[in-house]
């Protein structure tokens, strides 16, 4: 079966997280990525985190399914004459190296554009231009820099960073839509161009609602935070909400049975308007549907610490999962905490191929994330990520069509060797 990307062939020169995530997604839809990697190294991701000695990290394997590897030295005369022969052979490269890493490797944009017209150019740099650009960037960088931290946490507390990886692998997946869109884009005009997705951008992107709330504030408080309802003033810039809701319905972590034990027992409740007389029926306040005092949004905004206290009674009398069932009924919004632990175990996401198992030749079996975008007609599977070197030859010779000799002279070159260590001086 073809997928919606079969026939696109990637040369992913990405490493770490942000780059791998748009690359691994771009092989869920059925393209061929060939991930170049640096002789005897390799993505670096490869060797850290090491659960298993020897053996491919899980940063690595999560991020790099479904796509092959070749080893070259760049730097090597004949490995840019490789690098080369896999620019005129691919539709698009991806990239997210350090500033300017690319220029010195020989291949500027203008360079790979006369090699090959129509390919696309897609890089995830920690900055756009300005001041930052020449920057190195990584995950908790961007969500600091993007407005992220600083709306995150509990007002009097520490900026926080959250543990959902929206610098990285957020920035590999804006970077994936614009690569589809201009894949879609050269279809008419048969030319390629440049993607380029800032990390800082992304988060910002990602926290475009904070944004939002900083202009409000020039036009009153923020009535739905927490803080207002307590009486304490807003600054010139949106706090940190704790765990408020980011919408027009106050919501909040509520403490369920298990609690004292459990880190995880708690549900996400959130009071919103519409279904506020089943919130009453359920908790056992019904008197609250009419009460001046609560039955409206408005008047219960400066009693929402007391409102919540109540419902958490209710809640801590129920595990996390019969809260949910409970209130599912009467279609009020809320969401179990769920661990890592649950997740991995949760039948329902194996069944839909969101968390998958893969085999693997040196580590065994793992458990994954599989694609999380469904297409009905291009079907994701997931498989293994490639060993170091894995695909060398396989596409020296069928994809790009060297020869034996060829092949013979590109090893004798050292160009698909580890770079020899300088002698101490
Ligand atoms: N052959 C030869 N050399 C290679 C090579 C290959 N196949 N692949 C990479 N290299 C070389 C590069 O040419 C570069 O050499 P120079 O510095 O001499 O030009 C060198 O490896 C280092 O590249 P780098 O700057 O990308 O790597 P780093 O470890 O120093 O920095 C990172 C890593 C992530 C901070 C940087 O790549 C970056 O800022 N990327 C953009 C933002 C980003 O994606 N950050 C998210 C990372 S995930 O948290």
Known sequence: MTKALTGVRILDFTHVQSGPTCTQLLAWFGADVIKVERPGVGDITRGQLQDIPNVDSLYFTMLNHNKRSITLDTKNAKGKEVLTALIKSCDVLVENFGPGV?????????????????????????????????????????????????????????????????????????????????????????????VTAAMQDGVLNLARVKLRDQQRLAHGPLTEYSQFGEGIPFGEAVPRAGNDSGGGQPGRILKCKGWETDPNAYIYFITQAPVWEKICDVIGEPTWKTHPDYAKPAARLSRLNDIFARIEQWTMTKTKFEAMEILNKDDIPCGPILSMKELAEDQSLRATGTVVEVDHPTRGKYLSVGNPIKLSDSPSEVTRSPLLGEHTDEILRQVLGFSDHQVAEIHDSGALDPPRKQAAE
């Open 102 to 194: 690319l220029d010195r490797m020989g291949f500027p944009w203008e360079k790979i554009n006369s090699i090959n017209p129509g390919m696309i150019v897609a890089s995830i740099k920690g900055f756009g231009p300005g001041p930052y650009e020449d920057c190195k960037v990584y995950e908790n960088v961007a969500q600091c820099t993007g407005g992220a931290a600083s709306t995150t946490g509990f007002r009097d507390g520490l900026p926080l960073v959250t543990g959902a990886q929206i610098g990285d692998s957020g920035t590999g997946l804006h970077l994936a839509l614009g690569i589809v869109a201009a894949l879609f884009q050269r279809t008419r005009t048969g030319r390629g161009q440049r």
